[in-house]
């Protein structure tokens, strides 16, 4: 059982996407980027989609050069995003799918033959730039194999399907099925992180899933900053995170 606390990505992608609704400047990505440092986040998460419907090309060189946190970016295996990858190079990359027509990341990647060949290619090539490779799953035990196979940083665990569940019964297998995941990884040198839909009351018994070491969490905590501000809102997730986390076993019946 891992008692260190995991730890905390803030995807900061609404901030954007509130500014461009007018076109304008504000509110500024990367002032943003300075206060979920300050409240104690340890990784800035942004995704550069095709359509740049939130975070844009300069933004993201702008929060790279800045330097005040390590980016994961969030990024579809294209070669227009490769090459930009390679030439921002942020401390780590997560491959996410992208559908244009999604309001967010629906499921993790599918992992067929095409899609490892790439991601063997591009593995090399990040490990030339220093750049961590992640790769967005759903927990399916095929898929966390196929990562051990290839030998990427990490997997990130997309948590939508539980945080979705209405139904305590569901809630309680889609959980089952983000622990049947972590365990096949574990023992080995793939890191484990999660995210997606996560939020201060559904994180809970996410934070015993075993070996979790980072959790990204945008949507709820970009929403949470309009009532309380953002670096209160991001200290409420650490909070939750540093209190429950050690507490938690996940015989002890949290759901
Ligand atoms: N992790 C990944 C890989 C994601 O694609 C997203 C959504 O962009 C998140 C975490 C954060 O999800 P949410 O905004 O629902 O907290």
């Known amino acids: 059982m891992n008692h260190s606390f995991p730890e905390l990505g803030v995807n900061i992608d609404h901030v954007a996407t509130l500014r461009n609704s007018r076109a304008g400047f504000e509110p500024d990505p990367l002032s943003a980027a300075v206060l979920v440092k300050s409240a104690g986040a340890t990784q800035l998460v942004c995704h550069l989609r095709e359509d740049r419907r939130h975070i844009r090309d300069a933004d993201l060189r702008l929060l790279r050069s800045w330097n005040g946190l390590p980016v994961n970016l969030e990024m579809a295996m294209t ?4 090459s930009i990858a390679l030439d921002v190079r942020p ?31 591009f593995l090399k090539k990040c490990r030339d730039n220093e750049i ?40 309680e297998k889609e959980l089952e099925r983000l622990f049947s995941a972590a365990s096949c990884i574990s023992g080995s040198p793939v890191r484990l992180a999660a995210g997606h839909g996560l939020d201060r009351e ?7 899933i075993e070996n979790l070491r980072e959790v990204n969490i945008g949507h709820s905590i970009i929403a949470r900053s309009l009532f309380v501000g953002l670096e209160k809102a991001v200290r409420e997730i650490l909070e939750t995170i540093r209190r ?12």
């Not at 539980?162 to 139904?167: E, G």
């Open 91 to 121: 401390a780590l990359v997560t491959l996410v799918p992208e559908r244009r027509e999604e309001r967010t990341t629906e499921g993790g990647l599918v992992l067929g033959r095409d899609m490892c060949e790439k991601i063997s290619v």
């Open 79 to 82: 070669d227009e995003m490769v």
């Open 202 to 208: 559904n994180l809970l018994p996410v934070l015993s």
């Open 244 to 255: 429950k986390a050690p507490l938690l076993r996940r015989e002890e019946g949290f759901l």
């Open 132 to 171: 961590r490779l992640s790769l967005f799953l759903a927990p399916v035990s095929g898929d966390m194999e196929r990562a051990m196979e290839l030998g990427v940083d990490q997997v990130e665990l997309h948590t939508g399907e539980y945080a979705n569940a209405t139904d305590p019964s569901l809630r």
